[in-house]
């Protein structure tokens, strides 16, 4: 058999594309060369898939599925990973038979979307399966500290046994997956690539390349499709092989893998976050920037997690995650006096008369400077002010008249006429 030789190149880390049937090119790929096998094979659906028939008689299909997967655990390292996302009606199958070939199941994962092909003879199908398998189970590349979030102890109960664990507010995923950008890649999400069908999403992508390698790990895809996961594993700087049937869907994948991916979180972030979760004992970023000692107990853990970053810096990229929608909805402070104090805070707000627009309220809070500033012309007005709820009241403001008008919300060293009793202690 002629040596098939990749059809797309990339230097640094090395990433190949090979353009063909990947029954005939995987036998010529090294035995035991790849630390992480990724397939998202045709379900078999009669989807169009360019030049694929994607309508094969059932044992044909059968047939085709067990040759692929023979031929990747063929080339998997005995520290390896290998994960088949697949639908209802063939996991069964493939479950089977991996275990048949020796291999372990680690997880049974499911990829849920909020929404699927609009059906009324049946229950529309919203989920796909993630079968996670291992040759090794107990030599197997695993980064649990690469994937964690948010506790929902954490960010929804506030329990206080998640702040004493080795990963406060954190933990491994549950093995099932949804939220914010997981959903199927279809109408004006940025990830989609015209003419390229059923995309995985980079989050999902990014998840598995995380947990079950490491930078300079080779990584193999046997049906590109999109390219998700040579995108992904280029950007965390794994070497990768793609293997696309599609001629046309090869040459746009190798575009998507030279720009990069959409919405791949980088470390700084992901540092922020880590912080974050481990010192907001439940409560929203906007209750961390008001409040002292959480802001500097969130602080003291961005020390640790970017030793060269501003407090100025932390905190505003804290911000801009949440502005954003990058951070899982927390609650706000719920006490026994909470209706009070929220009946206090909209009050105090009411009562901005004057705002000179000149620094926006959340860069006063998160700059030192700034706030203390802020704070030193509060206890000037008012000397028994309770710093906590004036912050919050000029945070209610500022989102009140964001709200009812197209004001340019600035604010510097500004004067709130307030109450005296309202922003006293004792009111």
């Known amino acids: 058999m002629k040596k098939v030789k990749p059809r797309y190149h990339l230097d640094q880390p090395d990433t190949d594309i090979y353009v063909g049937d990947n029954r005939k090119i995987l036998p010529q ?41 023979d031929e990747c655990i063929r080339v998997l390292a005995p520290h390896g990973s290998l994960w088949v996302n697949i639908p209802d009606d063939t996991a069964a199958e493939i479950v ?6 020796g291999l372990t199941m680690i ?10 092909q609009c059906r009324n003879t049946n229950f529309i199908v919203s989920k796909v399966h993630v079968l996670y398998f291992a040759k090794d189970p107990k030599n197997r590349i695993w980064n649990a500290e690469e994937i964690l979030e948010p506790s929902d102890r954490a960010t929804t109960y506030a329990d206080r046994r998640t702040r004493n664990t080795r990963t406060p507010g954190m933990r491994a995923p549950l093995d099932v997956w949804y939220g914010p950008f997981w959903g ?26 995380r947990a079950c390698s ?18 992904v594993a280029r950007a965390l700087k794994r070497r990768s092989i793609g293997i696309e049937y599609s001629d046309a869907h090869a040459k746009s994948a190798f575009q998507r893998i ?33 409040d002292d000692e959480l802001l500097a107990a969130f602080n003291n853990a961005c020390r640790k997690e970017l030793p060269e970053w501003s407090e100025f810096n932390c905190n505003y990229q804290l911000w801009n995650l949440y502005k954003n929608g990058k951070l ?39 700059d030192p400077k700034l706030r203390k500033n802020f704070d030193k012309k509060i206890l000037a007005l008012f000397p028994k002010s309770d710093l906590r709820l004036a912050r919050k009241a000029a945070l209610s403001w500022r989102k009140k008249i964001s709200h009812h008008t197209q004001v340019t919300n600035k604010f510097a060293h500004q004067q709130y006429l307030f109450d005296a009793t309202e922003l006293s202690d004792e009111g």
């Open 107 to 116: 997880n049974w994962c499911i990829w849920h979307f909020r929404f699927g």
């Open 29 to 69: 790929l090294n035995e035991s060369g790849f630390d992480l096998i990724f397939a998202d094979p045709p379900f078999n659906w009669q989807v169009n898939y360019d030049k694929w028939r994607d309508n094969m008689p059932r044992q044909e299909y059968l047939h085709f599925t067990y040759h692929w997967l």
């Open 258 to 290: 030279k720009n990069g991916p959409i919405r791949l979180e980088n470390p700084e972030d992901r540092a922020i976050k880590k912080a974050f979760f481990a010192t907001h004992h439940g409560l929203g970023v906007d209750e961390v920037l008001c």
């Open 96 to 101: 089977i038979h991996l275990k048949n070939r």
């Open 214 to 231: 490491n930078e300079g790990d080779l990584v193999l895809d046997p049906f590109l499709g999109s390219g998700t996961t040579c995108t």
């Open 328 to 366: 899982n909805s927390v609650r706000r402070r719920y006490n026994a006096d909470n209706t009070r104090q929220k009946e206090k805070i909209l009050r105090l707000a009411e009562q901005v008369k004057r705002i000179r627009k000149n620094s926006p309220i959340e860069r006063i809070l998160c």
């Open 184 to 209: 199927r890649i279809q109408g004006a999400n940025l990830e989609r690539r015209n003419s390229h069908q059923n995309q995985i999403p980079e989050a999902y992508l990014e998840r598995v390349i």
